[in-house]
């Protein structure tokens, strides 16, 4: 598996892009899973907050039940986020347009600030709304995992 699957659906009320699937949560899966493993609190957060009437554990289950499509910002597999290249960057933003074109999403919502900030053409972003693009609204979330210690709970919910 060189790249993950994503699941995207037209006209979708968000889209969720994250950085790049790693090695290490791609498990012997049919299918890739979005934010998965035992320190990621992607899930967690999104239920306490309200988003949604029941509780979702999973993507193929936010998908199916309210249409939030998921994509990846670089499709490729690696370990860590810093073996992604200059032209890693590139093909995936070239890509995700593409993606976003065909889609439509309402919002876009990156949970990694360097995608962000590479989709954008920004040196620099802030969490929460970052731009737009060709009108739709691009917000910019902290990593939901628990190793994220520059955020508390607290502050990744809100």
């Keep these: ?61 936010a998908f199916e039940l309210y249409r939030i499509s998921f994509s990846y910002f670089v499709q490729r597999l690696t370990y860590r986020e810093k073996e992604l290249t200059k032209q890693d960057k590139e093909l995936g933003k070239q890509q995700l347009k593409e993606k976003i074109d065909i889609y439509l999403p309402k919002v876009i919502c990156f949970v990694v600030k360097m995608s962000c900030q590479s989709f954008l053409r920004k040196k620099s972003v802030n969490f929460g709304l970052a731009g737009d693009y060709n009108g739709i609204s691009v917000h910019c979330l902290p990593r939901p995992c628990c190793k994220n210690r520059m955020f508390s709970y607290d502050v990744k919910l809100a």
């Design 1 to 61: 598996m060189d790249s993950a699957d994503d699941l995207l659906a037209i006209d979708c009320p968000l889209l969720f892009a994250d950085n790049n699937p790693k090695f290490q949560y791609v498990r012997k899966q049919e299918r890739h899973q979005f934010f998965t493993g035992n320190l990621n609190q992607f899930f967690h957060l999104l239920n306490e907050s309200g988003t949604f009437n029941e509780h979702v554990q999973s993507d193929q289950k």
